[in-house]
């Protein structure tokens, strides 16, 4: 169970409000991806098969469907999962190959660079229901190698502390990361000898490690959400800030699930309160990124979103994972607090206890 102090001020006439938080991207049940192979791949081409579910089918952009872009390249991650250049997702020039998936009208013919995203019909939900399946190959439909040329540099696979992935992102720009993934591939390096010399000899090892099972825990990035201050009016007020992010473990043998909820105190400033049912929130998770192979990401599902007025004041999930989740995860939440026009000025406090179960 993890506890995190909320504040927020009410200055008097004359004084400015802060700043409004940024806004943190949502993410529903989540998007995944499956590629095959990831180790092991022909150096000199090969046939990379990507199939992904649950991506974003309902966001508009310039007036059309938003889509994503999958694409093939070389990133760096730093220690957050998150790539180090900041342009990653808005300059391809650098990737070996960048497909265009999007629910587009029928009638669509598929190209190497652009790639129809269906509708699953099981999942009405158009936040989660994109699914595609096809092969990844550069524009000119060949396959994918370990080495290319781009913008005057050359990038190689196979290089040491080079690692290659096939990954996902919003199109157009968008700085919605709730559809970014990262999966690492690997080419098979060298080439073999075409002679070799039988005077020399083989010799095998065996390799054993044993990989134990561990406990469900929870932690927190921070202890205390500031909330920008408001000033009162005759209307009520809103406030928002990011709650700080949680990351869930369940390192348990037989991984049964699990569910993170939050609620929250009424906030009080001396005998004054807001009631706790005014602080809503909307819910974010994500899986955790990771630079070794491993199978397709477990989905983690967000919680609903609970508006101010219908809020914390009961329990009200931030996130959760069904049977056979192994891992760890990322929730966070949008937090935003109703302020009635009829609060006494004041610095009021609350406490949101996050319950994992």
Sequence with gaps: MLAAVLAVG?????????????????AAAGPALT????????????????????????KQLFGSP????????????????????????TDATSYQAA??????P????????????????????????????????????????????????????TAPGVT???????????????????????????????DPDPAHGTATQVIRVGVNAGPLTLSSAGEEVVLPDVQLRDT??????????????????????????????????????????????VPAARSTASALVSGAATPVEAGPPAPPGQGLDRPRVLCRAGVGAGGSWVCGALLTLGVPGATRPGTYRALLTLTLS
């Excluded at 081409?45 to 579910?53: L, S």
């Design 35 to 58: 590629v095959a192979p990831t180790t092991g791949l022909d150096p000199g081409g090969a046939a990379i098969r990507v199939t992904g579910t649950g991506f974003d089918t309902a």
């Design 99 to 104: 497909v265009y998936v999007y629910p587009r």
């Design 236 to 281: 009520e007020q809103e406030t928002s800030a990011p709650l700080n992010e949680v990351t869930v473990g369940d390192y348990r043998a037989e991984s049964p699930g699990w569910t993170l909820v939050g609620q929250v105190s009424d906030f009080r400033s001396g005998d004054d309160r807001i009631a706790a049912a005014n602080l809503g929130w």
């Design 106 to 157: 029928p009638g669509g013919v598929d190209t190497p660079t652009t790639k129809t995203m269906e509708t699953d019909p099981a999942n009405p939900d158009g936040r989660t229901n994109g699914r595609f399946d096809f092969e990844l190959t550069r524009a000119d439909g060949s396959p994918i190698t370990a080495r290319w040329t781009a913008g005057g540099q050359t990038y190689d696979c």
């Design 164 to 194: 290659c992935y096939v990954l996902t992102f919003a199109a157009k720009g968008d700085t919605d990361r709730s559809q970014d993934l990262f999966v690492p591939v690997r080419f098979a390096s060298g080439d073999p000898d075409p």
């Design 66 to 89: 938003r889509g994503i872009y999958l694409a093939f390249g070389v990133l760096t991650l730093g220690a957050d999962g998150r790539p180090t250049n900041p342009d990653w997702y």
């Design 10 to 26: 009410m200055p008097v006439a004359g004084m400015s409000p802060g700043a409004a938080a940024p806004t943190p991207g949502t």
